[in-house]
């Protein structure tokens, strides 16, 4: 048993990797001993990573777990760790952390404590993932947003969507999806003027390790980024030129002379001389 503490409580329960993990559970219960309720039945372990469950503590109750075989040929050994956290700060929109975007933003952040962020799935997130809030004021210019997972995790447990409009009317701009490879997960798009958009980093499992990276920048469009505006380059000479693709926009909407509808480039020109 313990006692809550108005904090996020935490439980993790874990077999040894030769049981059979089907004939465990964890039940969690709150009242007293002789009235018990059931809080909730954490389930079957059937994973080589512990079995999970989190709820808020009510300042002073004290919650009971029993941790059962179901089998009498089961292994009885077994590992749990009861921890209790803080709620994060920027928990919910309305407390979302602001990234100043002039610069070159990188934050460092952990889901643990965070709760769920909705009932139902929305823009790529489960009703049970749960999250922490960030925002930034777009300028007109081109946003970059870069998110990265340790390599030791399960990238595919996490998401970071993107939204517009109020916390009380949010309206999803993009689900980044989730990180599969060693590199940040990357999305850019034009953030207007003065707008307010809000990326909600989340966990979608209870046992994902929850720390990231989330680094934002805002760039100008290159003045090269359409064809009419493409740099002349003087080819009566041997020219070298030195540049980059950050902050350009798509050029086309399907696949075009090898270029990929998502690609983003920049355009010089230059005039033949029949040479």
Same mark, same amino acid.
């Given at each position: 048993s313990f006692v809550g503490t108005g904090k996020v409580a935490r439980v993790e329960y874990q077999v040894p990797l030769i049981s059979n993990h089907s004939f465990y559970n964890i039940s969690i219960f709150t009242g007293t001993c002789d009235n018990l309720f059931c809080l909730g039945d954490v389930g079957r372990v059937f994973s080589v990573q512990p079995t999970v469950h989190e709820f808020v503590g009510e300042v002073g109750a004290t919650y009971y777990f029993l941790v059962s075989a179901k089998s009498l040929d089961a292994i009885s050994s077994y590992n749990l760790k009861i921890s209790q956290y803080n709620v994060p700060?920027?928990?919910i929109c309305n407390n979302a952390t602001v990234v100043d975007s002039t610069l070159s933003s990188t934050v460092f952040g952990s889901t643990i404590g965070a709760l769920p962020d909705f009932t139902i799935?929305?823009?790529?997130?489960?009703?049970l993932s749960r999250?922490?809030?960030?925002?930034?004021?777009?300028?007109?210019?081109?946003?970059?947003?870069?998110?990265?997972?340790? +390599?030791? &995790?399960?990238? @595919?447990?996490?998401? =970071? $969507?993107?939204?517009?409009?109020t916390c009380d009317n949010l309206f999803c701009l993009g689900d980044v999806g989730r990180v599969f490879s060693v590199q940040p997960t990357v999305h850019?798009?034009?953030?207007?003027?003065?707008?307010?958009?809000?990326? +909600?980093? &989340?966990?979608? @499992?209870?046992?994902? =390790? $929850?720390?990231?990276?989330?680094k934002i920048s805002q760039y100008n469009v290159p003045d090269n980024n359409i064809c009419n505006n493409a740099t002349v380059v003087d080819s009566t000479l041997s020219s070298t030129v030195f540049g980059?693709?950050?902050?350009? +926009?798509?050029?086309?909407?399907?696949?075009?002379?090898?270029?990929?509808?998502?690609?983003?480039?920049?355009w010089y020109s230059f005039v033949g001389t029949g040479k």
């Amino acid at each position: 048993s313990f006692v809550g503490t108005g904090k996020v409580a935490r439980v993790e329960y874990q077999v040894p990797l030769i049981s059979n993990h089907s004939f465990y559970n964890i039940s969690i219960f709150t009242g007293t001993c002789d009235n018990l309720f059931c809080l909730g039945d954490v389930g079957r372990v059937f994973s080589v990573q512990p079995t999970v469950h989190e709820f808020v503590g009510e300042v002073g109750a004290t919650y009971y777990f029993l941790v059962s075989a179901k089998s009498l040929d089961a292994i009885s050994s077994y590992n749990l760790k009861i921890s209790q956290y803080n709620v994060p700060d920027n928990n919910i929109c309305n407390n979302a952390t602001v990234v100043d975007s002039t610069l070159s933003s990188t934050v460092f952040g952990s889901t643990i404590g965070a709760l769920p962020d909705f009932t139902i799935e929305t823009c790529g997130i489960k009703s049970l993932s749960r999250g922490v809030w960030y925002s930034f004021v777009g300028t007109g210019k081109v946003a970059r947003v870069e998110y990265q997972v340790p +390599l030791i &995790s399960n990238h @595919s447990f996490y998401n =970071i $969507s993107i939204f517009t409009g109020t916390c009380d009317n949010l309206f999803c701009l993009g689900d980044v999806g989730r990180v599969f490879s060693v590199q940040p997960t990357v999305h850019e798009f034009v953030g207007e003027v003065g707008a307010t958009y809000y990326f +909600l980093v &989340s966990a979608k @499992s209870l046992d994902a =390790i $929850s720390s990231y990276n989330l680094k934002i920048s805002q760039y100008n469009v290159p003045d090269n980024n359409i064809c009419n505006n493409a740099t002349v380059v003087d080819s009566t000479l041997s020219s070298t030129v030195f540049g980059s693709t950050i902050g350009a +926009l798509p050029d086309f909407t399907i696949e075009t002379c090898g270029i990929k509808s998502l690609s983003r480039g920049v355009w010089y020109s230059f005039v033949g001389t029949g040479k």
